[in-house]
T-cell receptor, first 116, second 110 residues
Framework: EPEVTQTPSHQVTQMGQEVILRCVPI?????FYWYRQILGQKVEFLVS????????KSEIFDDQFSVERPDGSNFTLKIRSTKLEDSAMYFC??????????????FGPGTRLTVT | GQQVMQIPQYQHVQEGEDFTTYCNSS?????IQWYKQRPGGHPVFLIQ?????EVKKQKRLTFQFGEAKKNSSLHITATQTTDVGTYFC??????????FGAGTILRVKS
């Protein structure tokens, strides 16, 4: 069964450093997402991406965050200057479609980001 | 923005007992999705409900969407140890953004 993959599984970085989290969505999917989950808390939406542009973003997704689809397979989340409170599990997800009809989102295994 | 409240936060049951988690919204929802997250794992889609009063079953799991489309429930009959994890309800708007409930952590004693 096709699956979303994410690398690395765990990233440790120092406060103020830039990190790039990588995702390979399912190949025929058109919508891509990033979510985060602080330990023990609920999953929070960060951003959705379609047709090479951001379609929606949350208030968490401020100027220090950016997303990119650099080629036909990868989808990245960049955090420019990490803060301690960015420590969380970051999940990438993809869906076949979106728009007015809701579609199942497939989540990757996540990248645990630890900012020290 | 759209929010969903989920209760209980935590439930510890004896294997074989039933389990229910509830999701509520103050506004009408276009749909409700349920996800399961095993400890240390990622959310895995279980089901989506879109119609008022809809009921769907998956083996021992029964999902309901309220008549007013403001609440939903997930009921597990005769829990097993494989059911442990966190169950989240979620809703989206135009398929672009999933808003998750806080989740209900299920622990099963064998």
């Amino acid at each position: 069964e096709p699956e979303v993959t994410q690398t690395p599984s765990h990233q440790v970085t120092q406060m103020g450093q830039e990190v790039i989290l990588r995702c390979v969505p399912i190949s025929n999917h058109l919508y891509f997402y990033w979510y985060r989950q602080i330990l023990g808390q609920k999953v929070e939406f960060l951003v959705s991406f379609y047709n090479n542009e951001i379609s929606e973003k949350s208030e968490i997704f401020d100027d220090q965050f950016s997303v990119e689809r650099p080629d036909g397979s990868n989808f990245t989340l960049k955090i420019r200057s990490t803060k301690l409170e960015d420590s969380a599990m970051y999940f990438c997800a993809s869906s076949e479609a979106g728009g007015p009809s809701s579609y199942e989102q497939y989540f990757g295994p996540g990248t645990r980001l630890t900012v020290t | 923005g759209q929010q969903v409240m989920q209760i209980p936060q935590y439930q510890h049951v004896q294997e074989g007992e039933d389990f229910t988690t509830y999701c509520n919204s103050s506004t009408t929802l276009s749909n409700i999705q349920w996800y399961k997250q095993r400890p240390g794992g990622h959310p895995v889609f279980l089901i989506q409900l879109v119609k008022s009063g809809e009921v769907k079953k998956q083996k021992r799991l029964t999902f309901q969407f309220g008549e007013a489309k403001k609440n939903s429930s997930l009921h597990i009959t005769a829990t097993q140890t494989t059911d442990v994890g966190t169950y989240f309800c979620a809703t989206d708007r135009y398929g672009n953004k999933l808003v998750f409930g806080a989740g209900t952590i299920l622990r099963v004693k064998s």
